[in-house]
């Protein structure tokens, strides 16, 4: 009886401490959107709406404070940035789309990589992408013509999908996925990289692809090891390993069922995760975009943020 009622008050203590954090996230989400709000009527001229904005960030970023003071919760700032959003002391580069064609007689040691421009690959996403294969990459990879990558850039590119391969140990794996690498205007949204089950297709934008540090946004930082340059191949790799376990138990993935295998993966997702609470793991230790997920129910991408951050360290 003793034992019972001690499991009841840890079991009501760890559902209040659950609460509490949901609570949290909540405050950190609200002033993540009034950045965001603000970062739109600043990019429209609306001195007015930036400088109520201002004082909304100033207010729930003071709210948040007390709430976690109050609560013994660990304050995390990092959980309030979005892209795009300076605060003063805080300078970091924006993301830069130069046009990279390499100066002629530069005397590059990477030659020209080739593309099969005879058989153009349209995609429909946002809008329409128009891509071509490299015919001289080790991995099947496609560059749209809207992207700009160098010829030494792409051979980094291609070793890297071979490393990430062998690490995921799916180096001699059949069916691997089709690699866009494509503008930042052709990704919808601000993805940076999107693994499409149906089509076995993923999709990278071309400076995450390449990495350069100076260059990355704000918001990696936001996502399970986002400093190091493969982990958003890790990522949308892991969703394919998903996508292929599907495949194998119960069949192809086609615009009918993907329902299905969200779902799918979400009841997967839960589970291991569920485990490595049991043994001691803190949801709370999953990168932002992680956690985020995993409290909106997205427990597929809750999991693949973990198993990205246990297989890169950290
Ligand atoms: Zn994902």
């Known amino acids: 009886m003793f034992i019972n009622r001690e ?19 909540e405050i950190e989400r609200k002033i993540r959107k009034q950045k965001t709000t603000r970062n739109a009527l600043k990019a429209a001229g609306d001195d007015e709406g930036v400088r109520e904005y201002g004082r909304k960030i100033k207010e729930t ?21 979005v892209y795009g959003y300076k ?32 058989n153009p690959v349209t995609i429909t996403r946002n ?3 128009q891509a071509y294969r490299v015919t001289t990459s080790v991995n099947n990879i496609y560059i749209s013509s809207d992207a700009h990558v160098k010829p030494k850039q792409l051979h980094q590119i291609d070793k890297k999908v071979s490393e990430v391969y062998d690490l995921i140990g799916a180096k001699d794996a059949e069916n691997k996925p ?7 205007g052709e990704m919808s949204k601000a993805a940076v990289a999107t693994y499409n089950p149906v089509s076995n297709r993923l999709f990278i934008t071309d400076s995450v692809a390449i990495y350069k540090k100076s260059e990355m946004p704000d918001f990696m930082s936001t996502f399970a ?7 958003s191949y890790v990522h949308e790799l892991f969703h394919w390993k998903d996508a292929e376990e599907y495949r194998r138990k119960k069949g192809t993935i086609t615009d009918e069922n993907r ?13 291991s995760l569920d485990k490595a609470e049991k043994k001691g793991y803190n949801i709370d230790n999953l990168s932002v975009y992680g956690s985020d997920s995993y409290y909106q129910g997205k427990y597929s991408e809750a999991h693949t943020e973990y198993l990205t951050q246990k297989l890169l360290g950290r």
């Open 7 to 25: 499991k009841q008050y840890d079991e009501k203590e760890n559902s209040e401490e659950y609460d509490k954090v949901v609570k949290q996230r």
């Open 87 to 118: 605060d003063e002391s805080m300078k970091k580069k924006p993301i830069n789309f130069v046009k990279t064609v390499p100066p002629i007689g530069s005397g590059s040691q990477y030659r020209k990589y080739e593309l099969d421009t005879e």
């Open 259 to 271: 329902k299905a295998y969200f779902e799918w993966a979400d009841i997967k997702g839960k589970k």
């Open 61 to 81: 970023t003071a709210q948040l404070n007390a709430y976690c003071e109050k609560n013994g919760l660990t304050v995390r700032m990092d959980r309030t940035e």
């Open 127 to 129: 809008k329409e992408i």
């Open 225 to 231: 090891c986002g400093d190091d340059d493969r982990s």
């Open 178 to 184: 089709e690699i866009f690498i494509i503008s930042g």
